[in-house]
T-cell receptor, first 112, second 116 residues
Framework: DVKVTQSSRYLVKRTGEKVFLECVQD?????MFWYRQDPGLGLRLIYF???????EKGDIPEGYSVSREKKERFSLILESASTNQTSMYLC???????????FGQGTRLTVV | GQQLNQSPQSMFIQEGEDVSMNCTSS?????WLWYKQDPGEGPVLLIA?????ELTSNGRLTAQFGITRKDSFLNISASIPSDVGIYFC????????????????FGQGTILTVHP
């Protein structure tokens, strides 16, 4: 079975802090994604990566950056956390384009 | 960005009833996926559809890829309490030339509540 693991289930951070959300997958998938989930808005794509060191902006990249130094790990970075970034963050991976994506359990981030 | 229109937004049903939800888009999709999310967890894939007109079942779940490639629906028969959760449609939109962007796009979700 594919396993996508996010480093934290819950995080509380202060406004202005630099925040790292980590995601690791164990199935040698090329593509990885970061989404945020807010009530009534579904899942919105922040960034995705087709392969190591490759990244592309999604629909809402402002205030975020990403890092993919190794194939199995995709990190989401909040350079200076703000209260409007309080949300559920979901990481996903897939083998190749147009196939199903597998999700981690999510990280619920609260910025105070 | 591209957004799928999923309806209904929420459903409150009695155990044993059938459920139907759908997704529409103004763009052509070449793949449709249906996910379920339990509270506090990440979404889990239920059904994947890859061809227009395809009808696929997974236990009490049935999903179809619309002929126009712009819609899909999910049916749940004889609902049970553990069907509670949020159901998402998702897919890969294509451009005018039929090439997929590769960006997995989600609907807003349908919140399902099942009363025993």
């Amino acid at each position: 079975d594919v396993k996508v693991t996010q480093s934290s289930r819950y995080l509380v951070k202060r406004t202005g802090e630099k925040v790292f959300l980590e995601c690791v997958q164990d199935m040698d998938h090329e593509n990885m994604f970061w989404y945020r989930q807010d009530p009534g808005l579904g899942l919105r794509l922040i960034y995705f990566s087709y392969d190591v060191k490759m990244k592309e902006k999604g629909d809402i990249p402002e205030g975020y950056s990403v890092s993919r130094e190794k194939k199995e790990r995709f990190s989401l970075i909040l350079e200076s956390a703000s209260t409007n970034q309080t949300s559920m963050y979901l990481c996903a991976s897939r083998k190749k384009m147009n196939t199903e994506a597998f999700f981690g359990q999510g990280t619920r981030l609260t910025v105070v | 960005g591209q957004q799928l229109n999923q309806s209904p937004q929420s459903m409150f049903i009695q155990e044993g009833e059938d459920v139907s939800m759908n997704c529409t888009s103004s763009s052509i999709f070449n793949t449709w996926l249906w996910y379920k999310q339990d509270p506090g967890e990440g979404p889990v894939l239920l059904i994947a559809l890859y061809k227009a007109g395809e009808l696929t079942s997974n236990g009490r779940l049935t999903a179809q890829f619309g002929i126009t490639r712009k819609d899909s629906f999910l049916n749940i028969s004889a609902s049970i309490p553990s069907d509670v959760g949020i159901y998402f449609c998702a897919g890969y939109p294509t451009n005018a030339g039929g090439t997929s962007y590769g960006k997995l796009t989600f609907g807003q979700g349908t919140i399902l509540t099942v009363h025993p």
